[in-house]
């Protein structure tokens, strides 16, 4: 043991030490401790308060590791139709979703499938009608890559009514997830299976208790639809569809079917019931939009988001998500007087495809009010709307694809609530 | 319920079926089923056999999300000194290793922390000695990337002896990981603190019963280095260094020191027992390497290799991982003859710097005897040698960084069996 490892752990109270470096991080300024204090009691003042741990002999490792006692990430449930979970976005960091943290929406629960048993049958207009088996389909190429899953229905709170302040980034808009996906890419098992050159659609249909079943124009399998089997390096868990799914990149969550067992080949859309009584956006003047699967350019800010409050005056660096089925995001302006004036944002490098991208800028906030918001800006050009321009465009009827802008206020004493752009 | 969803589940035996398929899937070539099935039988096919799980009612989804019970995934133990953990590489998809199966290794197992008693302590040749809490540390801007973390030992047993065949990747090289990590930098807070110009080392001692400790050079610090807090967007598990470590992208393991609690500016090493009875190379005639951190280019085949065996003939993806303290991984070449002749892997994109990339080959087996190996060359031009290579190099007493280039004979039964290079 060396001998400057063996000090004990301060048991002074550091309170003016504490304030004095707080002050120094809000300010950025040197502060006058450092010539006074002597080396061992700098060393003392870096052991941790409390037991400590270098004194008894720490636990094995395991064959499957733990979270701290001290970290309860959870999911925030609601029990409607199937039931739904949403990701505690305002608590996480950089772009990956722990798996056991990705969001739920089902139409009937999650099925239990015993890989064995897993078939998935390709059929219809196809020279070759085929039956795969779970190893069979992991016998071909394999493709892996980040993706962003939201649900179409993700922040509708934001957009209907007036919603409550006390709303967080997880139950505004916790239908958002981001993994790295791994699986067959769709082209390649329609070119073993030959697809016909006239097929223009196929359904893909779930073996969850709703069979959900949406019809997917075919343009998307050539282009990135996969069967997806990993995510985040392990088998994809039942919730988000094991062993299978189809995952349909940068489109709404509910067309990239959950444990898929059929795809069929057609020269028309299917329209069922997940596609005309749900998942078709009423406009105005009685006018709807069907297979509206693209997601548009969206952000939100994580922090700092109620139930966070601003403690402090100094710098905060604010900081949250931007995603785009389309590509790429381009860029991130961040307002703290309510869309007065914008700054650009900084973003998280790689900015990937269809996946999200953090956002950061660095605020200093004087304690008065301030009123936080984000837009989001994609390679198309698009621009994320304000509530009232989104709201011009589809009517106050309508019920998917609610990306529109977030504001958050932030009151005198750091408090912070939600509000709608 | 749609009509083409009741159909009950074929209870025909389906192994003319399958073994068509089978056949297809390894030569890619048409089957003559396909006029034959009517689209009646072969949406029954599509049908999972067992139970169908469409006539039973769902799982509710879960605060926190479970494995299918049909997935069991384990890090290998290893007991000595502080003990390990080791990666199941061999069953893993894409580039991330989730957070639970992130490999181990400790000199005195895992101190137990609570957060609020988390204190690092940065002093030494600063202007301004700061003890910072967490919360203080999460208030800086924030960094994420992924980057992989191996220990600097893994990989001996290819090195040492005469290594059993029966090894799996996870065996041979399971001390490598790959996590998104987030945290501050390390050259925002010498900034904070004011180090001082003529400082060149600094030490990062752990708060592990062991109080691990390494001297860095300051220009890691400068180019990449930071304080973890995060790990695929949750917090950092106990295993990791929770509630924060150093990681030192690129490095070896040892060096990105776990539960890290002091940092001392300084202008000399510090010649720890960490860095002179352990971690320093010997080397032919005498000499020794130390400080020896980076790792060079590596790469690993995890499929198809030990405990897998080929069932059938024709169609295999050769798949593993590359990866280089350097930077970027530039190519990964592929022998199936042993080293005769090589055939350049695709890449999976994006490839990121310090980071594993996948790597992917597709081979058709003849059903001869195969000899199969990777050899990943990186940005710079450096080559992963062959096992002899590196024996030339460093002599036989080296004991860390073995990089050497892994062979898998394949048998004609298929039956695959590990061999160093």
Chains 1, 2 share one sequence.
Request: hydrophobic share 35%; aromatic share 8%.
């Amino acid at each position: 043991m060396e001998e400057n490892s063996t000090d004990q752990p301060s048991e002074q109270p550091e309170s003016e030490q504490r304030t004095v470096t707080r002050r120094r991080l809000l300010a950025g300024a040197a502060v006058a401790a450092g010539g006074a204090i002597g080396a061992r009691a700098t060393r003392a003042l870096g052991a941790q308060s409390g037991p400590d741990p270098t004194k008894v002999p720490g636990a094995r490792p395991a064959t499957v590791g733990s979270r701290s006692p001290h970290e309860t990430p959870e999911k925030l449930l609601s029990g409607s139709a199937g039931g739904s979970s949403r990701t505690p976005l305002q608590e996480l960091h950089g772009i990956v979703t722990p798996a056991d943290l990705h969001f739920e929406r089902h139409h009937h629960g999650i099925p239990e499938i015993d890989p064995a048993n897993y078939r998935l049958l390709i059929h219809g207009m196809v020279d070759r009608p085929t039956v795969f088996t779970l190893d069979e389909l992991k016998r071909f190429p394999e493709v892996s890559q980040l993706f962003f899953v939201e649900c179409s229905g993700n922040g509708g709170g934001a957009f209907r009514g007036d919603p409550r302040p006390d709303q967080s980034p997880q139950s505004m808009d916790g239908l958002l997830s981001t993994s790295e996906w791994s699986g067959v890419s769709l082209a390649t098992l329609f070119e073993e299976v030959g697809v016909h050159s006239d097929a223009t659609w196929f359904l893909a249909e779930g073996s969850d208790a709703a069979v959900m079943s949406r019809s997917i124009p075919i343009e998307k399998a050539w282009e990135d639809a996969m069967i997806a089997y990993g995510q985040n390096g392990e088998a994809i868990r039942p919730s988000q569809g094991y062993p299978a799914r189809l995952l349909n990149p940068g489109w709404e969550g509910n067309s990239s079917v959950k444990w898929v067992r059929r795809l069929e080949l057609s020269d028309r859309p299917f329209m069922f019931r997940d596609e005309t009584s749900r998942y078709t956006d009423p406009l105005p003047e009685g006018k709807a939009r069907i297979f509206s699967f693209v997601l548009d350019a969206k952000s939100i800010i994580t922090y700092p988001t109620y139930p966070a409050r601003l403690e402090n005056t100094g710098f905060v660096e604010i900081a949250g998500y931007a995603w785009t089925g389309r590509g790429l995001v381009d860029r991130v302006d961040v307002s703290t007087d309510g869309g007065a004036t914008w700054h650009e944002a900084e973003l998280q490098q790689p900015v990937l495809p269809k996946c999200t991208t953090r956002f950061r800028y660095g605020w200093e906030w004087d304690g008065e009010p301030a009123h936080l918001m984000s837009r989001a800006v994609d390679e198309t050009g698009y621009v994320q709307p304000t509530t009232a321009e989104l709201r011009d465009v589809r009517g106050p009827g309508t019920r998917y694809h609610y990306n529109s802008i977030r504001g958050w206020r932030i009151a005198a004493d750091g408090t912070i609530g939600f509000t709608p752009s």
